[in-house]
Every structure is written in C-alpha cells, then in structure tokens.
C-alpha cells in the first residue's frame, strides 16, 4: 500500500486491513495508533480470561487479542480488545457483512491494563465499545487485582470474591474477581 502513507493521512478500515504496518495498532478516528506488545504479566491474566470463557461454553465465540473490530465509520475507528466474546447473533451478523473487520462491537470486549496505559484512553476505548453496541467492557488492572464492569446502566468495581456476572454480554458466566489473577 505505498500510494497511502499510513503516518499523515485518514484510513478506512478497509485501507488498514491492506495496509503494511509494523505490529500490533488501532484505527482511531481514521488515525493508525500502534501499541506495544504486552508485557507477561498482561499476557498471562489476558489468557486466563480467555480460558475462563471459552470453559463457560456460551453460544458464540471467544476471541484473542489483535481481532478487529470496526466499532465507527467516516472517519474509521478499528478497535481489537485483548479479550472478546462475540454472541451467535453478532457472528452472523458479521459473516453477512463484506468487511475484512467484524463492522460491530463484541458483545464483551475485555481490556487489560498496562502499566503505561492512560486511563482517559482506558475511558475512550469504553465508551467507544459501548457506543457501537457492546454490551460490557470488562477493564481488568493486573497491578491493582480489580475487574471494573462497564455496562450502557453503569460500572461496577469488583476483587477478590467479588463475583463477575456476564450479564447480557456472556449469560452465565460467573466467576470470582480474583480466578483473572490467580
């Protein structure tokens, strides 16, 4: 894609999945956001989240890191949760859509902190998410040991026993706080 540089100029979602860049990014606002890869730490609560849900079962798919998601056209924002669980409904929404990014929120998109993360761009991510249609965003802060469910009703911090439900975004899934950290 040399005919478009990637550093000055708006991208479609559509450019991007074209696009050559280095590493993991984001599409915000038509604007290429690259990221750091994650850290240990984050990989391994990021991974056991995972593996909570897909043992959960639920009717749908569980997906990792780097999977994106166009949550906004014209300009574009391409979002990939480190974590996301996307119901039947939305994957088939998606698989009638002539897109190379699935053109909606997952259901759940999970977030987990790094420590170099901005919480005004932890905030933007959410609202971001929840706009498009999501139904939580889970934001997960290793250091601290905190889940902070986000719903379009409210949030809601939870630790140790605290008890995660998926609500509408994963129907019965529940799990303690502190099993994303053990």
């Not at 999945?17 to 240990?40: F, N, Q, Y």
Request: hydrophobic share 40%; charged share 25%; with cysteine.
């Amino acid at each position: 894609m040399s005919s478009i540089d990637i550093e000055t100029q708006l991208l479609t979602a559509e450019q991007l999945a074209t696009a050559s860049v280095d590493g993991p990014c984001e599409l915000i606002e038509g604007r290429v956001h690259r990221m750091s890869p994650a850290g240990r730490r984050h990989g391994e609560v990021a991974g056991r989240i995972h593996r909570l849900l897909v043992l959960h079962d639920a009717d749908g798919a569980v997906l990792s890191a780097e999977t994106g998601y166009r949550l906004a056209r014209d300009p574009d924002t391409v979002r990939a949760p480190d974590v996301a669980f996307v119901s039947e409904a939305t994957l088939e929404r998606s698989r009638q859509a002539d897109e190379p990014y699935f053109p909606c929120a997952p259901d759940l998109a999970v977030e987990v902190l790094s420590p170099n993360d901005a919480w005004a761009e932890i905030e933007r991510k959410v609202r971001d998410y929840l706009t498009a249609g999501g139904r939580a965003v889970w934001i997960v802060d290793p250091a601290r040991e905190t889940v902070t469910v986000c719903t379009p009703a409210g949030r809601t911090e939870l630790s140790g026993r605290d008890e995660i439900d998926g609500g509408e975004a994963v129907p019965g899934f529940r799990a303690q706080a502190r099993s994303f950290f053990a």
